[in-house]
């Protein structure tokens, strides 16, 4: 008893001061997380549910929806990898323009540069309907100046995707601009004027010096901006609703009509349950690359 | 060492080229700068487009007859646009608010006080950064909903309380879930752990409470990071949309990123200048607070980035 009480005397401020926050965590984060993985085998029902064992795996990757999951897949594959190497390249362009010039110009590209995501995507897609309207829209207008066919943006199924695309990389990825920016900022400046004594150019020296010592960075903005990729819904959402006839379904937007317009409980935590995989396997990279270094 | 003729040529020819150089820099990063702008630009422009003008071609760069039309359009629209506003703000406030003293709290247990369970906690916590939201978006959203059936039916006998109940059952299924977010605690605890032990110690010495110990030393060492997380804890409750459209159920409750999506989907659906007024005064506030605290949202920036 004795012992239990100084122990108890010894550690109580240590669970009062990690309790507030380890209540919420364990309610509303890690039960949720042990009971999507029941749901993924369960059909649900309001009063009482059922276990299906891999049923509702089956469902997806076989059954008759199958192809819509595969075509979703599809759609989330093509998004991520357009999107994140165009803002891979985008950012390190911007980031080596910005590097010879003055601390507070840079500084103010660099707010300029994150101020789109400063609103919302909800409001920001928003206004890219409005862009892409096939009658009014500012897009139409600029190819009929070009004398183009105007273009059926988000309506047309053929390139409704591509649009959604388009609408991401047009917008220059303000974090990955300011993260390479404070890499670059670490790049010892002996090095360029090295580089410079030798005669090399510009151009030279940002691939031969700056790319390659900014390896880590573009490493960690790969994994990250494929995670947040992988996941991709308000925009689509908003834009298209992953129409016309699914030309535009992501994963995450294949969930929520799953569990909210289905009411399949069961099925759309075995596709979370999917995602939860491919995000898990990027996620370990990251992991790999944080413990390596934690920069600040 | 008289100057050569040649070598005086090179010199002038790299001033030249330098400032053809840096006129080209600043070429490409201006035109980059605007085509990011542009949405912006066009939603206020349209915002202050008298209606019949907006539908027009060719479309004006610059309102010919600036107007706030359509603002006063918009409120008559969509009546709840302050509430939403006011909705978005409290939930944002209070989610931020409990983060930054919870997260501040436990990244201090975390950072410099051993205790049966931390490593194994921490390791959980570290674990939980790598779960997308998503996942628990179905169990969630089965676990509020049987609180809220709970919730009503134990109020069921105070229906003067029915309003409470509601407002209580709405912003809770948005806050509650929110305030399960590990990141900050991660953050804190980076920080604390560099702090210096010393101050602690000799505080402890000096027969200082634990409480004491925390509000009085670890607290304002931990300025810089607490505005750090605050700052992306509002942000984080300001943008989320998914779990806000999912849960709540009365308009009244709507936040801001959910009203607008819901006026979109209504019939002023079409009507651009009213839909570009909204999304304008949505905008607004996050305009102004990013430039009046600029400099730690480039910081959280970093962290979110932990997160993706």
């Known amino acids: 008893m004795g012992f239990l009480v100084s122990a108890w005397n010894r550690y109580k401020w240590s669970y009062f001061f990690i309790a507030p926050s380890m209540f919420f965590f364990f309610i509303f984060l890690l039960y949720p997380v042990f009971r999507v993985f029941l749901l993924a085998f369960q059909e649900w029902a309001l009063k009482g549910s059922k276990w299906v064992g891999l049923r509702n795996f089956q469902d997806i990757f076989f059954g008759l929806s199958s192809k819509l999951f595969w075509y979703t897949m599809e759609h ?19 980031a080596g323009l910005l590097q010879p010039l003055d601390n507070r110009v840079q500084s103010l590209y660099r707010g ?16 890219w309907i409005w862009i892409f309207n096939p009658d009014y829209g500012f897009f139409n207008w600029l190819l009929g100046l070009a004398h183009v066919e105007p273009l059926r943006w988000l309506v047309d199924p ?20 300011v993260l390479y920016s404070a ?18 150019s510009a151009v030279r020296k940002w691939l031969h010096i700056t790319i390659p010592l900014l390896q880590p960075t573009t490493l960690y903005l790969t994994v990250i901006y494929t995670i947040a990729a992988f996941q991709v819904f308000d925009r689509v959402f908003i834009m298209t609703g992953g129409g016309p006839i699914n030309a535009t379904t992501t994963i995450v ?14 099925k759309a935590s075995a596709e979370a349950l999917v995602l939860f995989v491919i995000i898990a396997a990027f996620s370990a990279v990251q992991f790999k690359l944080l413990s390596t270094e934690v920069e600040y | 060492m008289p100057v050569t003729l040649s070598q005086r040529r090179t010199a ?21 700068a605007l085509v990011s702008l542009f949405p912006l630009y066009w939603m206020f422009n349209t915002a202050f487009t008298p209606g019949s003008e907006v539908i027009k071609l060719p479309p004006e760069l610059i309102p010919k007859n600036p107007s706030l039309e359509n603002f006063h359009l918009v409120v008559k629209a969509a009546p709840n646009i302050w509430r939403w506003g006011a909705n978005t703000l409290f939930i944002a406030l209070v989610t931020m608010g409990l983060h930054v003293l919870f997260d501040a709290m ?76 590990v990141i900050g605690i991660f953050l804190m605890k980076q920080f604390i752990q560099t702090l210096p032990s010393e101050l602690e110690e000799a505080a402890r010495i000096d027969g200082a409470s634990e409480l004491n110990i925390f509000t009085r030393i670890i607290l304002p060492l931990s300025a810089p990071a607490l505005a750090v997380n605050a700052i992306f804890a509002f942000q984080r409750y300001w943008y989320a949309f998914l779990w806000p459209l ?24 079409t009507n651009y200048g009213l839909l570009m007024a909204g999304a304008a005064m949505a905008a607004i506030p996050m305009i102004i607070f990013f430039f009046a605290f600029q400099r730690y949202f480039m910081a959280g920036i970093r962290i979110g980035a932990l997160k993706g």
């Open chain 1, 76 to 94: 989330t594959v093509l998004y991520a990898v357009v999107v994140v190497v165009v803002w891979i390249v985008t950012a390190l362009v911007v």
């Open chain 1, 112 to 127: 300029a540069f994150y101020l789109p995501y400063v609103t919302s995507i909800v409001i920001i897609s928003l206004v």
């Open chain 1, 158 to 177: 053929k390139i409704a995707l591509w649009s959604v695309i388009l609408s991401t990389i047009l917008i220059v990825p303000g974090s990955g601009v």
């Open chain 1, 183 to 200: 890499a670059i900022g670490s790049i010892p400046r002996e090095l360029y004027e090295a580089a410079e004594v030798e005669g090399a």
């Open chain 1, 253 to 266: 937007q294949l969930i929520y009509a799953t569990a909210f317009s289905d009411f399949n409980f069961g």
């Open chain 2, 12 to 32: 002038r020819q790299r001033l030249t080229s330098g400032l053809a150089m840096t006129a080209f820099i600043y070429g490409l990063l201006t035109m980059d």
């Open chain 2, 106 to 181: 436990s990244g201090y247990a975390f950072a410099k006080r051993r205790f049966p369970g931390s490593r194994v906690l921490f390791w959980l916590v570290i674990a939980a950064l790598m779960i997308p939201g998503q996942v628990t978006l179905v169990p969630l959203y089965i676990m509020i909903s049987d609180m809220r059936r709970v919730l009503t039916e134990i109020t069921a006998g105070w229906p003067q309380y029915s309003v409470i109940v509601e407002a209580a059952s709405n912003y809770g299924a948005v806050i509650l879930p929110g305030l399960a977010d």
């Open chain 2, 246 to 269: 999912v849960v709540l159920q009365k308009q009244e409750y709507y936040t801001l990123q959910v009203g607008l999506s819901f006026v979109y989907r209504s019939e002023f659906g």
